[in-house]
């Protein structure tokens, strides 16, 4: 892209930032974070901006507090999910966060100070945090850009996923397209995705994959 266009699409994205705070009460800093991760990596990043409110409430919700055991985020960024779930009931100290980017991962060390925070490539997610979970996971919640990875990428993350978690967890996955994210998945996988949801931009929407059995 030219860099007349590039320097005209930040200020509009900044633009549209300070509307989005405004509206959703995200903090203008995680904004500007995203912003400049995502100008720099935009393939790494699932979104220009934080998850909104609503849409990392509604991931939240789809973790049960009552059930032991880790609760992994893949992709964790500036913390919007991850504070949903706190919010929600699920212990701090609970919580592995895998983000790839250092500076977000400092951000998180100082935000959720009880939680195991790991920098690394989370679609390597085995080799990531396979050594370091006593107990098989509770839940796993995915803000990865996963329609921009080829679909055996894609397949390997789930199968590793599913591979660290206790049966029937689930893998919470959102994403802005309308076509699953994890198409053509194992005949033992079951599928379930929520409404779409409108308030987020751009709108979202969660699907939640369980292995039977």
Known sequence: MPLLALQALE??????????EQKNGIRLDDEVRFIRSWFDKPLRMGSVTPSGKVLARTMARYVDPAIPGPVIELGAGTGP?????????????????????????????????????????????EHLVGGLLREPAAALVSGLPLVTKPFKI???????????????????????AMVPPIPNRPADVSARASELIWQNFPPARVWVYRKNG
């Open 154 to 176: 894609r397949q390997r993350l789930m199968s590793e996923a599913f591979g660290l978690m206790a049966p029937g967890a689930p893998f919470i996955q959102f994403t802005y």
């Open 11 to 20: 200020k509009k994205i900044e633009r549209h930032i300070r509307h989005f």
């Open 81 to 125: 999910v991850t504070q949903a779930l706190v919010d929600h009931g699920v212990e701090p100290s609970r919580l592995v966060l895998v983000e790839f980017n250092p500076s977000f991962c400092r951000l998180l060390r100082t935000r959720f100070p009880q939680a195991t925070v790991i920098q690394g490539d989370a679609y390597r997610i």
